[in-house]
């Protein structure tokens, strides 16, 4: 019984720390310094416009095509690992990418959709501290 008890117990206890967040985490330094003043075209599948948002909430202006930005920003938004009232807990993976080459790699795990503060404010203000601006 003492077994039983116990691995519900850690059973529990992963669950909950898959669930959890995790703040920024560069993956890959600045490999150029990074210039903020320059537009940032965003590329992903999901959850764009809430990316969109917070890279404007830093003063990052945003490019409508590819061919006007300085900077490309591919992310990659996980499945929903919980849900929550104002929109889900994901996996984000930024690659902020310049000229075709990485510039900077940064993974995090939070709130996202119009949950605030979400993981994509969190990773913009990473972008920003580690830039020129």
Known sequence: MKTVSTSLVLFFSVMLMACSNIPPKITMPAMAPIDVSEAFYVVAERQKPEIEKALKKEGIKV????????YQLRVRVGTNRRTLDCGSVNSVTYQLM???????GMKGRGPTGSCDPNIFDQMTQAIVARSTK
Do not use: C, Q, T
């Open 98 to 104: 310049k000229g075709g080459a990485e510039v900077l």
């Open 63 to 70: 490019a409508a095509r590819a061919f006007d930005a300085g």
